[in-house]
């Protein structure tokens, strides 16, 4: 069994990966974070507008469907 290694991040922050084991010791997936940092800040913000309408979109599906309290199923 190979122990993960240990990096630390600019801030100092440790961080344990393995083979195959792109996570922090806090479940952070680090794929993410490396393609977060690679945009451009248009592109984060692009990335974050689309999120948001998903969310609405989601949200909003969800209050369609759930009944209300005072209604018989």
């Known amino acids: ?6 990096h630390d991040l600019p801030d100092g922050t440790p961080v344990y990966t ?7 010791e ?11 940092l690679a ?3 248009i592109e984060r913000l692009g990335w974050l507008q689309e999120t948001l ?10 209050q ?3 009944p209300r309290i005072d209604e018989n199923p």
């Open 53 to 62: 309408v998903l969310v609405e979109t989601l949200r909003s599906g969800l």
């Open 18 to 24: 393995g083979t195959g084991c792109p996570f922090d």
């Open 1 to 6: 069994m190979n122990l993960p290694e240990r």
């Open 64 to 66: 369609n469907r759930l």
């Open 26 to 36: 806090s479940g952070v997936d680090l794929t993410l974070v490396d393609a977060m």
């Open 39 to 41: 945009m451009t800040p």
